[in-house]
């Protein structure tokens, strides 16, 4: 029986039909591929990928003989291929790639929203404005020497024009020397060190982070419930860092603002934001020792896979909840909605794990001056006579499509939140930041082109693995559009400036106060694996020639399903004490001095 395209496609909605679990669809989920003059209609809604890494291929012992050096940027080994006739986007693009596009995009965003928040723009006045009309309150009051000294310091740290009265010369000099000696608080560390003016913003807010002196709170309190405007300036910004990064870490003066407050227990001006690890820390070790060998990112991976430690946002959750949450994928990968169309091996899982390793410790470090650092303690035959057709997964996007779609909602997140603060005519005027100066167009505009970005990479591997997209997965936005958009992004993928930035970097996650160092996630670089993508369960597949008709699978045409294989950038991370935080330059010219990953962590101690 010879079959027409149209029969064909609705013989595959009948088999959909009884299949348990698995929709009819008008034509969603067919894969068409020509070769040799037939085209091969696929059904990949009944196909099932295995995901694995070549036994050969993986990667070497860390600290072996020949281990290879280290590169600064993951676009050596991007994957790409020349374009086909047909114009199809090159393959293959790693979620790597990904991570290293948010990345950039993360830390030119918050730079841009930092500045906008010292300065003002919008509806939001500004917390540069809002220390100077303190620090001229507090000078008019007899009783606020102490809290005025703060201010005035962190604002001088800040560039604020603030004059210092000769009777408090002294006490802000050694207030401002006090932290400056302390480098674990005050050295500007992430894109904090791109200009002037942000090193300042760090220095400035890190110190206004330090718990506050009792004789500090009531005149600090006094004096923005004096004026209406600072106090709903003070609560904004709060609101601000709260969802920017996440909820605050111990008290702020708004539980001080009522006159029959209860007195409070430890008070910062702008308290840091919580985090997952960092709470996870102070659980575990917060009074007592940490044993030799403790890995907190491990014992992060482990809770994770555990179920102890749920990710999903909250009401209360800010964009750094949500950017973990969307690296939970690479944790447990089986548990997403594209597991039932992926069989994931070890090799792979171990990759993950690593991808997961370096995402965190790079989204961690966007947010390094707002989140707490706590201190607690085979070949086929030769048939002359047959015509052998080929499929292959043909994959163009690595299979993650949960960690694509939580990118996606977080950006939607992060847009609504500052156009809340600033209104959307002012982040419409809002520039994003690079280390060379802020790119062209608006950031109301890069936010939407990232959100449709990782939402058009999110339908392109649904479509690719057979899963049915989630309903409304988000709402106002234009699937078609999107899955286009981030096509025409990987045919031009080495055109993205974005992913040739430098992302090395150590970021801190807690102070061992026992052994008087630090702990930080270091990012020392990429280097190359290999991922397998074959069919653990082949797509129902019809073949057609260049009629139309029909033909027939054995003797005259026989069709095999192969493997591909695709090389992805991988990063190399460890978690590691510092007895010295380095920034980011510090740390690149060390890594490009040590050059491997175990040269580099001996060279640290």
């Known amino acids: ?108 965003l918050y730079a841009a929203v930092d500045l906008a928040a010292q300065r003002g723009a919008g509806a939001f006045p500004g917390k540069g404005p809002l220390l100077e009309s303190l620090a001229s309150r507090l000078a008019k009051r007899g009783d606020a020497d102490t809290a005025q000294a703060l201010i005035l310091a962190s604002g001088r740290l800040g560039g604020l024009p603030l004059r210092v009265p000769p009777q408090l010369v002294e006490a802000v000099e050694a207030l401002t020397a006090s932290f400056l000696r302390d480098e674990r608080s005050s050295k500007p560390l992430g894109f904090y060190t791109w200009s002037a003016d942000l090193k300042a913003i760090f220095q400035q807010d890190r110190l206004l982070q330090r718990e506050l002196e009792e004789s500090c709170i009531r005149p600090l309190v006094d004096a923005l419930c004096e004026e209406p405007s600072l106090q709903a300036t003070y609560e904004a910004f709060l609101e601000l860092i709260a969802r920017l990064t996440n909820p605050l870490v111990g008290a702020d003066l708004r539980s001080c603002l009522r006159p029959d407050a209860p007195p409070p227990g430890p008070v910062s001006f702008f308290p840091p934001s919580m985090s997952h690890e960092g709470e996870l820390a102070k659980k575990l070790y917060g009074d007592r020792p940490i044993p030799e060998g403790f890995s907190l990112v491990e014992e992060l ?56 390793r370096g995402a965190q410790a790079l989204a961690r470090e966007t947010h390094v001056k707002q989140l707490e650092a706590s201190s607690p303690g085979s070949a086929l035959g030769r048939r002359e006579s047959s015509t052998i057709l080929k499929v292959s997964p043909d994959l163009t996007i690595e299979p993650l499509a949960s960690y694509y779609l939580r990118r996606a909602r977080g950006y939607r997140f992060v847009r609504e939140v500052l156009e809340a603060t600033f209104g959307p005519e002012a982040l419409d005027a809002m520039k ?81 106060i026992e052994r008087h160092q630090t702990k930080v996630w270091a990012f020392m670089g990429w280097t190359a694996q290999t991922v397998e993508v074959s069919f653990s369960k082949k797509p129902v597949a019809q073949v057609f020639d260049d009629q139309g008709r029909e033909v027939s699978i054995g003797a005259d045409v026989k069709l095999f399903f192969i493997p591909e294989r695709h090389q992805v950038p991988q990063p190399v991370t460890a978690e590691v004490y510092v007895t010295r935080l380095l920034d980011r330059e510090e740390f690149r010219r060390h890594c490009d001095n040590h050059k491997t990953r175990s040269a580099i962590l001996a060279a640290l101690g």
């Open 301 to 356: 991976i482990q809770r994770i896979h555990s179920g102890d430690l749920a990710l999903a946002p909250t009401e209360a959750s800010g964009w750094y909840d949500y950017q973990t949450w969307a690296h939970e994928p690479f944790v447990i990968p089986d548990r997403m909605s594209e597991a039932d169309r992926l069989r994931f091996e070890g090799g792979y899982r171990e990759q993950l794990l690593d991808l997961f």
């Open 432 to 512: 994003r930041l690079t280390p060379g100066g802020p790119r062209k167009g608006s950031l109301a505009s890069e936010l939407g082109a990232i959100e449709a970005l990782f939402h058009g990479a999110y339908l392109t591997s649904c479509s690719e693995i057979g899963l049915q997209p989630e309903p409304s997965a988000l709402p106002t936005t234009r699937d078609d559009q999107d899955r286009e958009g981030f096509v025409a992004w990987a045919k031009d993928i080495e055109g993205d400036p974005d992913l040739g930035q430098d992302a090395r970097m150590m970021v801190p996650i807690f102070h061992d």
């Open 1 to 108: 029986m010879r079959l027409s395209l149209a029969a064909f496609l609705e013989r595959l909605r009948s088999l959909r039909a009884q299949s348990p679990g698995l929709k009819a669809e008008s034509r969603a989920g067919i894969r068409e591929v020509t070769d040799q003059g037939y085209r091969i209609c696929l059904d990949v809604a009944v196909q099932v990928l295995r995901v694995s890494v070549p036994e050969r291929l993986v990667s070497r012992h860390q600290g072996a003989s020949d281990e290879e050096p280290l590169q600064p940027t993951p676009g050596h080994w991007s994957g790409f291929r020349p374009l086909d006739p047909a114009g199809r986007a090159p393959q293959f693009v790693a979620a790597a790639m990904l991570v290293q596009k948010a990345k950039q995009f993360d830390d030119g």
